[in-house]
């Protein structure tokens, strides 16, 4: 089975295009219980001077961006890449408004085509724990960073939405999400560890957030954006009849979140 670490699974199904992200984005936009938004608070997290050299590293459709785009600075020089082209695609339609301040690329986490200490900043926002080598890419990222340069990278923790995982064993114990990431994986529990060889300071700050789930379409959408194919296909209909019986009975669902940010230096 295909896991979140699988290059060719990831490229080819999962971030072909940004359906399945947009799909999550979607979720979280309707259901978050706390409305200060994701996208705003890592904002906010940001350190860096008026002009400032910014990699991100995993962009996906770059509504990060899209969604800060009146805040960034008018001297700030983005970069924004991925490793599939079909996200690189959405993100520059979705980031036409910084057009002038924004390059777009298709590039591998792990070999960054980019000098030495040539970047101010590198963002990862949830995309390390689908790096296969991760020693290999925050090396990558800590050779282009310049002195004093900051890594802002953030991840999940290790209960994050385990209630989909719950409801998903109820519904066929033989179904399994594809989208989070394994035990080992770059996670809230064990990220530092990773860091702390390649950095000085390493700081973790946790966003407070939770789901109140009360429509089916956009969690039937959710669910399905993180299944095989083959389920999508052959299991749909059974699936939405699930959740929707589910809502009716206990006319929410509750999932609990655990997310955060590394911000290393």
């Known amino acids: 089975m295909s896991d979140s670490t699988d290059c060719q699974y990831l490229l080819h199904s999962q971030y072909q295009n940004g359906a399945n992200l947009n799909a ?21 997290q940001f350190d860096l001077p008026a ?20 805040r960034v600075p008018p001297g700030w020089s983005l970069t924004l890449t991925d490793m599939s082209p079909g996200m690189i695609a959405a993100a520059g339609q979705n980031v036409a408004a910084l057009a002038d301040r924004v390059t777009l690329a298709v590039v591998d986490a792990q070999e960054l ?16 724990y689908h ?33 989909l995982d719950t409801l998903l064993h109820r519904f066929d114990p033989g179904v ?10 770059f996670l809230l529990e064990n990220g530092r560890d ?12 946790i966003y407070e957030d939770g789901l109140l789930v009360t429509e089916a379409e956009p969690l039937l959408a959710y669910l399905l954006s993180t299944l095989p194919q083959e389920v999508q296909e052959s299991r749909r209909d059974d699936l939405a009849a699930f959740v929707e019986g589910e809502l009716a009975r206990q006319g ?10 590394f911000q290393a230096s």
Not at 60 to 66: E, L, P, R, Y
Not at 194 to 205: A, G, I, N, T
């Open 252 to 261: 929410a669902v509750h999932i609990a979140k655990a997310q955060g940010l």
């Open 51 to 70: 002009s400032a050299r910014i990699l991100e590293v995993g962009c996906g459709t770059a509504q990060f961006w899209a969604s800060n785009a009146p």
């Open 24 to 44: 999550r984005i979607q979720f979280h936009a309707l259901f978050s219980t706390n409305k200060y938004g994701w996208y705003r608070w890592l904002f906010d």
């Open 194 to 205: 990773d860091l702390e060889p390649w950095f000085e300071r390493v700081q973790l700050h």
């Open 176 to 185: 399994q999400r594809l989208d989070e990431p394994r035990p080992k994986a």
């Open 131 to 163: 790096v296969p080598d991760r020693h290999k890419a925050l090396g990558e990222i800590r050779r282009v960073l310049k002195p004093g340069g900051c890594l802002y990278a953030s991840t999940v923790g290790a209960t994050h939405m385990a209630e």
């Open 113 to 128: 085509p980019y000098e030495e200490a040539s970047l101010d900043a590198v963002v990862a926002n949830h995309m390390l």
